[in-house]
């Protein structure tokens, strides 16, 4: 099983399941095609939008674990 950390990146986690695509679109990432997001890190995309990137990663990794 895979794991992510909040140095992961955007794209590489689409890599690692791109099945979690409806996760983020669902907390507001609408823009995981765009160039620039493919080089963000969790970390980084939770601050742009307002959520705490450790609930993020832990949500991540609780849909890795079940899919």
Do not use: R, W, Y
Request: net charge negative.
């Amino acid at each position: 099983m895979a794991k992510v950390t909040k140095e992961t990146m955007i794209g590489e986690l689409l890599q690692i399941n791109a099945d979690i695509a409806p996760l983020l679109l669902g907390i507001g990432m609408h823009c995981l095609g765009c160039p620039s997001a493919q080089m963000e890190t969790i970390a980084e995309a939770a601050m742009v939008h307002g959520i705490d990137p450790d609930d993020l990663v832990d949500d991540i990794n609780n849909f890795l674990a079940h899919n």
